[in-house]
């Protein structure tokens, strides 16, 4: 079987689980045990078909049964566990994906137990307490000894976890004493953690559930962050089967009553929210930021001189200059903006780091989540060990780009090393001094260890050479507010009001409408919420609800202009313009100097056919403003309807002479046509085809468009193909 048909057959399992369909999922199961010889399941899951079979014969013969309802559930549960076990088996006999493969691996290397892999970790802690009784040197050689020890084990520890298979109580037991050990509070148990997480992804094991959510309680706040991590992506992929896990569910609702954890998982849900805008500013990066600054460099090489760096007076000035040239190339809000992004959480480094993710250090996938430490490479040279040092204490990179900073920098040659090892530590120190200046809320901003690890897990699912053999974690529906047990822990009105905003601000309105709808089931009166919701429905191009939204916001507030306008827009671009004009009269009131709201006013009266009217408003925007440009297209187009074409030509000329788009030259030709001047007429609209690069067939749809007018204005229509015809020769 391939991986897809057997994906699809546990979905249907689970569907026909969720239907109540007993029946059908047995049945979807019996089909699967044609593809593995396993008789202590094959007996399991008779024994269950019978005990379905006997409650349905008490239910068809009226016997009252009490029980019936545990029964049924132990059934669902017990399902779950036969399917789980079954597609584990068959996946790990057949499928050539990455896991499976190592899965297959590994068991051929007779994998060390907890129980060796404890004493291995009780070794390595026994010789770390007793690097102080040695010399430097010993020391030294003892540390780079310990590390690349304590490297393997790391290995054999997240392997022995993300490789297994169902846990016993006693496996339990042994892996929540490692992850409780006192004399390692951060790193082994990382690992346990994350391998957890990523086992849970493949299969559902109830007992490494409950270790991660014991986790979340532990005193490293490193450990808590990934665990409640994973809890949430464990939510996720299984809220449809928790309910049959009461110890779970308690364990959550536990959880569930300390306010500070219902913080924590909304700042993971606010940091998957940032993940989605990581390839969308690597493209910014890619395609404006680094562009501009290539155009900028000959400029800028020709503006920073020897004599700058030679003065001594002036060796640590900034040339002025160089920042006036970042301003006229456009990249000062550019710059500023990717800052702003990156001090509250945004993964603005993932392109600096995409191609240093190919060293041989990067196939191991335990590699991705080890919590950066001195590597033992760097143990006896003094500048790597500063660099580790200065790495170990950055929050502005995750671990995995800690690693290839580390791995590209100590293969440069020595003077490069030294420069860069010095500016890094520069620009981190700098970086500090700003977090504590900038980030003083902590409601608004992301704790370091939450976005390291999730953009740990962002590289792994994105960069990794066989990440196509994973499901992207990053790309799986539903959103998490959608799952009804992430759901309970952030319908708080302040959870849901900061992930609403989340959304909302970066332009992602679906989701934001959804969470709008959640806070004004209670909070029906908030005009604002009526007014985001309204916005985010007309973005998504539901304008009919969005302005049924706005009527709401505005008997809430009647006095709000931007709810005006909003209702004004709708009903125009619904082909309202009897309700547009009205709610535009009204926000003219409001703003009787906003000269939008005259053009639009104007706009309404030529929709109307209220010709004269809207020659008025555009003669009076025309008056007042500096962009007239726009006010002459709307008085040469509706003087032409009107039949003052004098006028409209002199109009039209005006936007020729001034900056000229295809419409305008179209417009300008109707009028020569309709004056009988037709070679002016077919130079005008030949420009237009030039102007609009319009083909042939193009340009023939547009300008049918406008017949009805040209018709009105006392063209025959028998003559247009004829003048089309003209055209078409002459281009």
Partial sequence: MTRQEIQNYFEKIAKSLEQKRLKQAFDLLSALFSHLQNWQLQEKFNSLQDTYKMMLSYLTEGVKDPGREKVYNDLVHSIYQIAD???????????????????????????????????????????????????????????????????????????????????????????????????????????????????????????????????????????????????????????????????????????????????????????????????????????????????????????????????????????????????????????????????????????????????????????????????????????????????????MLCNSDKYSFFLSVSQMPENYRKMMISQFSMETKAVKEALKEDLQDSSKTIDHRTRQYIQDLYRFYKLHPRRKDFEDIFEIQPEFYKVPFINQLIKDNESLLIIGEYYFNRNYFEEAADIYSMLLQTDPNNDILYQKKGYCLQMTGHLQQALEHYQKAELLNANSSWTIKKLAYCHRILKQPEEALHYYKKAEQLNPDNLSVQLNIGHCYLELKAYDQALKYYFKIEYLTKNKEKAWRAIGWCSFLVGKYSQATDYFNRIIESNPNSTDYLNAGHVQLVTKNYKEALLLYKSAVEKGKHSQEEFTEIFYNDVPYLIDAGINEEDIPFILDSLMYSI
């Fill in 85 to 395: 076990a079954v597609i584990l088996q068959i996946k790990t006999s057949n499928d050539n994906s990455f896991f499976y493969e190592k899965r297959r691996a590994y068991r051929f290397l007779v994998p060390e137990t907890s129980h060796e892999l404890i004493a291995g970790l009780e070794d390595i802690f026994g010789k770390i307490a007793l690097l102080s009784l040695l010399d430097e040197e010993e020391k030294n050689r003892s540390l780079k000894d310990l590390e690349k020890q304590k490297e393997l084990l790391s290995r054999k520890v997240f392997y022995n976890i993300w490789l297994s298979d169902l846990w016993t109580s006693d496996e339990k037991d042994r892996w929540t004493t490692i992850l409780n050990n006192q004399l390692d509070t951060a790193f082994f148990p990382s690992l346990i953690v994350t391998g957890i997480t990523l086992n849970l992804l493949e299969t559902f094991d109830e007992k490494k559930a409950a270790l991660l959510f014991e986790a979340a309680h532990h005193e490293s706040a490193e450990i808590r962050e990934r665990a409640l991590t994973g809890i949430v992506l464990f939510l996720r992929k299984y809220n449809d089967r928790l309910y049959l896990y009461p110890g779970i569910t308690e364990r959550l609702n536990l959880l569930a009553e300390n306010p500070k954890f219902i913080h924590q998982i909304r700042h993971i849900l606010l940091q998957f929210i940032l993940s989605r805008e990581t390839e969308k500013i690597t493209k910014k990066i890619k395609d404006e930021l680094f562009p501009e600054m290539m155009k900028m460099g000959p400029k800028l090489g020709a503006k920073i001189k020897p004599e700058d760096f030679m003065s001594e007076a002036g060796m640590d000035d900034k040339n002025p200059e160089w920042q006036d040239l970042i301003e006229e190339a456009g990249l000062k809000d550019k710059l500023q903006e990717l800052s702003e992004l990156q001090m509250e959480g945004a993964d603005v480094m993932h392109s600096s780091f995409i191609h240093l993710k190919n060293y041989p250090f990067f196939n191991e996938p335990v590699n991705w989540f080890i919590p950066f430490t001195i590597p033992s490479d760097a143990i006896g040279n003094t500048e790597l060990t500063q660099l580790s040092n200065v790495l170990t204490a950055s929050t």
